[in-house]
């Protein structure tokens, strides 16, 4: 349940932001009345300690504000521009008389539209290279025709769906641009309660104040992710969650999966979250039972859809639930704010919320027909665009459990690592790679000199750039391919070379790999015939990993920057291959 | 029941509760415009449990029409 826009109205004045927050600039641009919304999405981002600042165009001065090169809009420059239309204005008469115009004025005049819209994205992103969202409010349409709407060639309804799939295609032709499914939103909510006739006879408010909540969650999902703000990892209960009953008192043939109606809801929230591992969300489980009993029914139950491969961490045993999150936090490398938490015992989701207010702990009901639609309803998965790493990430972190299996066998590290046959590709930033490389830099916090964060295009700028060279590297092991897992940009002077960017993935972090990326940087300065390389680490809350980082390597700290200087020897780790595309 | 009209309006245009007679309006309630208007009244549908018509919306200058209109709505704010 939501609170009151009134709610939203009164908490958005007493805002509180901790010094380390995020910063986002939004602007609103829209065709009707939706005063209240700058109010929730101002708190909804302070509950993420995210600094909110906006910039709110007047009622339906869209067009004015985008075709303008100089307008506020553009002054204030806005990391997400969401523009809200509603239908009634951009079909005007053809909104409530559609059937008293021919098919081919109906085509025309959408064709019209479409290209209007068009135009209207393009110029706005001639002037900006920040995300545009659009959403198309279309509540309240009807049809005089009845049931023949659908019998109507090209009727009112074609119209519509002409319109807006038209601007799908076109969202889906660019990075920047998203088109925001206002119909699904609909769907969720229903019309009735959405659209309101006397606050839009009033006012011309056209999404109701009781809804706007609900509608801030839904724009939160392109604000969260702008700033890498989305959960990597789902921590499961077994008992109760996974399956119906307890394994250790009714045994493996005796827990209820599949066949009952509950059995049915427990396979259905399976499928769920295996659906979220194929889109590279981590798995691990948290489940205080015998481990033999429980991993039993994990890799023989006939109607189980997990399965062991699923799982990046098992936490099976009787120890407390909080020491066991803490593990799989260490053992998956991830951190507690990149966690959801289900479990379906109170005291359990009490636990873990008190002791990790960062975890995001799912208050589970007793009945498991609830678990999908909860799962289904959360908002915190999303990222802008996926890379081919993302897809697999969930199946890398099971090959990393298995990496930790050798690493505990082999007792000295070099022979660790010798085992591990890693082969580092290193290439220059192309098309294909920018997005991931962006990606990489607003998301890595701990391996990360700098931590400075680049949208894609500017990660675009700075290699085209011929004084920067922006490169990653991607690491492949006897177990598998961990993908695009490592960055550094250089900016080229005259004579010294400044490491703008510097990090590194945390799975792959203390396998030599950073030192191998370290080395081809001075290596390649030094073939360039400059005398030194100039570093610098900037601290952050996260970063320690990387804080001794050049003073090992060889690098004398004056003032503000560490130097290495050329004449040095460059030495190169030897149990890994390095390449160079 | 007077009283919760008053915290209500307080509530909403963010003054203190003492500050708010029936004679407090748009002129005297410097937040009070169009907009908070709605939401003031939004937010005593809710509370109230009752919805007002267009034309009681339009007509609420003051507290004082807002009592009226939970009156008609048989709301005892007397009590």
Same mark, same amino acid.
């Given at each position: ?18 010094? $380390? ?16 919304? /700058? ?29 303008? @090169? ?110 925001? /499914? ?31 909540? !609900? ?14 703000? $989305? ?23 005796? *827990? ?81 704010? @990149? ?31 609830? !678990? ?115 960055? !550094? *940009? ?70 503000? !920057? ?20 | ?31 009070? %415009? ?7 009244? %939004? ?21 004082? %029409? ?7 709505? %048989? ?5």
């Amino acid at each position: 349940m939501e609170q009151k826009i009134s709610d939203y109205i009164s908490a958005s004045k007493n805002i509180k932001i901790s010094d $380390n927050s995020k910063n986002v600039k939004i602007a609103i641009l829209s065709s009707f009345t939706i005063n209240g919304l /700058d109010e929730c999405l101002k708190v909804k981002s302070a509950e993420l300690n995210i600094r909110y600042s906006s910039f709110i165009a007047g009622y339906d001065q869209y067009n004015q504000e985008i075709l303008d @090169s100089n307008s506020s809009l553009y002054k204030f420059n806005p990391d997400i521009t969401f523009l809200i239309i509603d239908i009634r204005k951009i079909l005007g008469n053809f909104f409530h008389f559609a059937y008293s115009f021919s098919e081919q004025n109906r085509k025309d005049a959408i064709n019209e539209k479409i290209n209007q819209i068009k135009n209207l994205i393009t110029t706005f992103q001639n002037n900006s290279e920040k995300k545009l969202v659009i959403s198309i409010v279309n509540p309240g349409t009807s049809s005089p025709i009845g049931i023949l709407e659908n019998k109507s060639k090209f009727g009112f309804n074609d119209m519509i769906n002409k319109f807006t799939s038209e601007l799908i295609n076109f969202s889906k032709e660019q990075n920047s641009l998203f088109f925001h /499914d206002f119909d699904l939103f609909i769907r969720k909510y229903g019309e009735r309660n959405v659209f309101d006739y006397r606050q839009f006879f009033i006012g011309d408010i056209q999404i109701a104040f009781d809804f706007l909540p !609900y509608f801030a969650n839904e724009l939160m999902s392109y604000i969260k992710p702008t700033l890498g703000i $989305n959960r990597k990892c789902i921590v499961l209960d077994l008992d109760n969650t996974l399956w119906g009953g307890v394994v250790g008192e009714d045994g493996f043939d005796g *827990i209820e999966l599949g066949q009952t109606a509950n059995g049915k809801a427990f396979v259905e929230f399976q499928k769920q979250l295996l659906s979220l591992w194929q889109q590279g969300i981590i798995l691990a489980i948290n489940s205080k039972n015998n481990f033999d009993e429980a991993i039993k029914v994990i890799k023989e139950h006939p109607e189980m859809i997990l399965r062991e491969k699923h799982f990046a961490s098992f936490q099976i045993n009787w120890d407390d639930k909080a020491e066991n999150l803490n593990r799989i936090s260490e053992e998956v490398n991830i951190g507690l704010n @990149s966690i959801v938490f289900f479990d379906d015992d109170k005291i359990n989701q009490e636990r873990i919320s008190n002791e990790f207010p960062e975890v995001l702990t799912i208050p589970l009901p007793n009945d498991p027909s609830q !678990y999908v639609s909860i799962l289904n309803n959360l908002n915190d998965f999303n990222v802008l665009q996926k890379t081919d790493e993302d897809f697999k990430r969930g199946q890398m972190y099971a090959e990393q459990r298995e990496r930790k299996k050798l690493k505990k066998s082999v007792s000295n590290l070099d022979d660790f690592l010798k085992q591990l046959d890693i082969k580092i590709k290193i290439k220059k930033a192309n098309q294909f790679l920018i997005p991931r490389i962006s990606q990489l830099t607003l998301k890595t916090n701990q391996f990360n000199l700098t931590t400075k964060r680049y949208q894609e295009n500017e990660i675009q700028k700075l290699s085209s750039d011929s004084k920067f060279d922006v490169y990653c590297a991607q690491v492949h092991d006897k177990f598998g391919d961990n993908g695009i897992t490592g960055v !550094y *940009i250089v900016n080229k002077t005259e004579h010294s070379w400044i490491i703008d960017t510097f990090l590194l993935s945390c799975r792959i972090m203390g396998r030599g790999i950073e030192d191998a990326l370290l080395s081809q940087i001075l290596i390649d300065a030094k073939n360039a015939g400059v005398q030194q390389v100039e570093g610098e680490f900037i601290p952050t809350q996260k970063n320690e990993p990387a804080k001794n980082f050049l003073s090992e390597h060889g690098f004398k700290k004056e003032n503000k !920057y560490w130097i290495y200087t050329l004449n040095n020897e460059i030495r190169s780790p030897k149990h890994l291959k390095v390449e160079v595309e | 029941m007077t009283n919760q009209v008053n915290s209500i309006v307080a509530k909403v245009f963010s003054i203190p509760e003492s500050s708010i007679n029936d004679q407090s309006g748009p002129e005297n309630i410097e937040s009070w %415009d169009s907009f908070n208007g709605l939401v003031l009244l %939004d937010e005593l549908e809710s509370h109230f449990n009752v919805k007002f018509s267009i034309s009681e919306i339009s007509n609420v200058k003051n507290v004082s %029409d807002i009592k009226e209109c939970l009156k008609n709505h %048989d709301v005892n704010i007397d009590e």
